[in-house]
């Protein structure tokens, strides 16, 4: 079965945690929006599916259609080996993406602090006081933490790569696009999961998907942005 | 076996829609931080558990130790009956949740737009601009899909109960507590969901539950606050 992927076309977005699931999985899969008429068929599905999703992305599996990202990635995960199939692991791995979840809408949260209905220009202020408490306690807080999880071992969950570990590796590639410096200050204090992050990059299916035209480039359209006054020196 | 839920215990706040699934289902658990020393232990595994929650609520489930709150209903879901075993019933509730969970971090950061580290008043006037675009915007967004999902039935999914129709109840009680006036205005736009409000309010189990003492108020300490400001006429 090939998967249809329903995502905005250039944005990287929540849509790159569900295309990197599949690269690893070398599951074929069409990126429907970014072909001819796909947008269309992406609003009618919005507009019009039995079981709307509230927003993109989401994955058609056949009849299934699929959203909300870590809902995607749990799905994927089951019948990709990208998730532990016994009950407990299962769970804690679906456990560390929403946290994973929480982490990218904070990051998003940094330059919209006030609606996403408004530009950044019209909340830039607002975020650069949200930027300031992220970079100075919920950055450390999440790398933290997943520092603390993963530990001396190559994955968070067991011996096994998961979606987790995928949606790890691109929140940290995220945050060094939007908080570059903020990202050099620390990075000594967190060498587990950037090890983890070179480890992901390096995996041959993952380094052939970075470096072709389907990985879009991180922009200031996307969740993580850079804007110089949001990282200063 | 009796479980174990690990929550602030002074307010709802996410642990409520956990007790709430766990009160529909008739299962037996303990509030552990409402009781003597219970915070410390709440404590002791937050800092100490071999694979850590990020933040309560957590539900430990005998070896089990799970965490998010969206993690946790799909755990009693499948235990309990308040969820599908259909693999595409399932996810489709999982989908509802996270939808809701989206909802509820939303109305969190109506009040605390710049960051949880700080108080309310410290950050209100960006408060008032977020709390506006809310109600306009995001309000009419979330219900508007949710009435849509509903359409004429009985329950968000298929023709029984799930825990996305216990966790739609309470964003929509706790949405009432904190902007009663934009409620009023829009209850009408929402015959559906409004009734289903009012039908899982008077479940025997639920009314049971929100008469008990085991039900805490809402408050200005937790996720849904009102704030006078915040709801203008």
């Not at 408490?133 to 998961?162: M, Q, S």
């Not at 940290?172 to 410096?181: C, K, T, V």
């Amino acid at each position: 079965m090939t998967y249809e992927l329903f995502y905005w076309p250039s944005i990287q977005g929540r849509g790159e945690f569900v295309r990197l699931a599949l690269e690893e999985a070398g599951a074929p899969y069409v990126d429907v929006a970014r072909e001819s008429g796909g947008m269309e068929r992406m609003m009618e599905l919005l507009n019009g599916a039995r079981r709307p999703p509230f927003a993109p992305p989401f994955l058609k599996a056949g009849e299934l259609l699929i959203g909300q990202t870590a809902n995607i990635l749990l799905f994927i995960g089951q019948h990709h080996g990208l998730a532990p199939l016994d009950e407990a692991d299962g769970l804690w791995t679906h456990q560390l993406q929403l946290t994973i979840a929480d982490l990218v809408a904070e990051a998003h949260d940094t330059h919209h602090p006030i609606a996403g209905s408004l530009y950044y220009e019209d909340q830039k202020d607002e975020a650069k006081r949200r930027a300031a408490d992220f970079v100075a306690n919920r950055i450390p807080k999440f790398f933290g933490y997943f520092e603390r999880v993963l530990g001396e071992r190559e994955f968070l969950v067991g011996d096994h790569l998961t979606y987790a570990d995928l949606s790890l590796f691109q929140v940290i590639e995220g945050l060094h696009y939007a908080f570059p410096r903020a990202l050099a200050r620390c990075g000594g204090d967190y060498p587990g999961i950037f090890g983890l992050r070179e480890r992901i990059a390096a995996r041959p299916r993952i380094a052939a998907y970075l470096a072709s035209g389907r990985r879009l480039p991180f922009s200031e359209e996307g969740i993580f942005r850079h804007y110089a006054q949001l990282d200063p020196a």
